[in-house]
């Protein structure tokens, strides 16, 4: 809970921290990884660095974090920080790191705002940084000991590809250690870390497509990201019988096999948690009211096409209808030229997920919500650092 000395302070400084944040951000990120170079060998991405994603998500979440506690000051963003813990817990963020980043941020902070930084102002802000701080280790404590062991990565052995749509590979993974495997649900994710052409190890997380509850096997359908640094590593130098690092799954936009009509709209490789949730629903038996929604380029170009028309085959009250840019339409499905209405599959009830390129989902949700669906209804899944949490 914020004090009420810094209340006054954090509300009279948040436009000057939001507006200075994008300039402080990347001096924090320069300080610390001067200090601690490691923390870029297997934990920070280069490229999100690179891009500004991460930067744009850190410091958005701390803004908003601030806000929410000027607005609310009893309790504390739920959401945000549970995305946040799970991104952290599948990268082995610990309790101890927290002051190295404190260090280096408020050093940051200070270097930008020079003598506007009152010792007043300092406090403030390092009361909201503990606060955040401590919600967050809090959860991640929570997560680590939900796992069937206390490691951070296991070793994987890749058995299988299966190339799927255009540019995307399924790879299937079995132990190649004795480490307990935790039991995912569907709609998580693993971290997968490798190291790159240079030696340095990268990590980006993946969403189980595929074995979901099974501790024996491990498969995430991955797309090729030309531009990217990792994508091109696993699609054309991982071979059957190579051995990766992956972390224990995690990630808190899981579906139910019950409870009330779902909607999962999805576009791209983003049909992965789609394809998951049909596999371990229709593995369950669920009779759960499921719609699913998919847009693609073409038909052709949909991932995981077969794996999800098996499921929903033998799921009793689902159905799926499609969207396709180009190309021909297929004959006996649902598939309309164009982009994805959503409106029609909604219900009064219906929780709607979403999963997608960002301009995709912006476009299915304000769908969602002109018709009538609230904001708690409607979830999201995306893929590499969420600017929509500085939104
Ligand atoms: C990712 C916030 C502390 C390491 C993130 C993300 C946010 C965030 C918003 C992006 C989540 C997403 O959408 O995917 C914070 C806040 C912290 C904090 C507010 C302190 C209160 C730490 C600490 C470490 C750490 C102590 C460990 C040194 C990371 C890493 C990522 C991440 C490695 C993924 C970045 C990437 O791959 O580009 N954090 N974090 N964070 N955080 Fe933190």
Not at 290 to 308: G, K, N, Y
Not at 311 to 321: E, H, R
Request: glycine fraction near 6%; hydrophobic fraction near 40%.
């Amino acid at each position: 809970m914020l004090s009420t000395q810094s209340r006054p302070v954090i509300e009279a400084t948040l436009p000057i921290i939001a507006e200075r944040i994008s300039s402080i951000t990347p001096k924090f990120y320069q300080r610390m990884f001067a200090a601690r170079p490691e923390l870029l060998d297997g934990m920070f991405s280069r490229s999100n660095q690179k891009n500004g994603t991460q930067q744009q998500a850190l410091a958005g979440s701390i803004a908003v974090f601030a806000t929410y506690l000027v607005n609310n000051p009893e309790t504390t963003p739920e959401t945000m920080l549970a995305r946040i813990a799970h991104k952290h817990t599948s990268l082995g963020v610990v309790e101890e790191q927290y002051g190295i980043v404190y260090e280096h941020l408020f050093a940051a902070i200070a270097e930008d705002l020079g003598d506007a930084l009152t010792p007043e102002i300092a406090d403030a802000w390092t009361e909201v940084y503990w606060l955040m701080a401590q919600a967050l280790i809090k959860i991640e404590k929570g997560l680590y000991a939900q796992q069937a062991n206390a490691t951070i990565y296991s070793n994987w052995k890749l058995v299988e590809r299966t190339e799927t749509g255009v540019d995307s590979v399924s790879f299937s993974f079995e132990p190649a250690d004795d480490t307990a495997a935790t039991v995912a649900k569907p709609g998580q994710f693993v971290s997968m870390r490798m190291p790159m052409t240079d030696g340095i190890r990268q990590v980006r997380q993946f969403t189980l497509s595929n074995d979901v509850q099974s501790t024996t096997r491990r498969t995430v359908t991955v797309k090729l990201d030309v531009d990217g640094e990792f994508t091109p590593v696993l699609h054309n130098s991982l071979k059957v019988g190579d051995v990766v690092e992956l972390s224990n799954p995690y990630g808190d936009l899981v579906i139910d096999t019950e409870g009330s009509p779902l909607v999962i709209a999805t576009a791209g490789i983003g049909c992965t948690p789609s394809a998951a949730a049909l596999q371990t629903l229709a593995a369950a038996g669920s009779t759960r009211e499921i719609t699913v929604l998919h847009a693609d380029q073409e038909f052709a170009s949909w991932p995981l096409r077969e794996q999800m028309l098996e499921s929903l085959g033998q799921l009793p009250n689902a159905k799926i209808s499609t969207w396709f840019e180009r190309g021909e339409l297929p004959e006996g499905l649902d598939a309309k030229a164009g982009y994805m209405d959503l409106t029609e599959a909604l219900t009064a009830d219906s929780q709607v997920y979403l999963c997608g390129p960002l301009p995709f989902m912006h476009a299915v949700r304000s769908q969602a919500l002109a018709a009538g669906v609230p904001a708690e209804r409607i979830h999201y899944e995306v893929f590499g650092p969420d600017v929509w949490l500085a939104a």
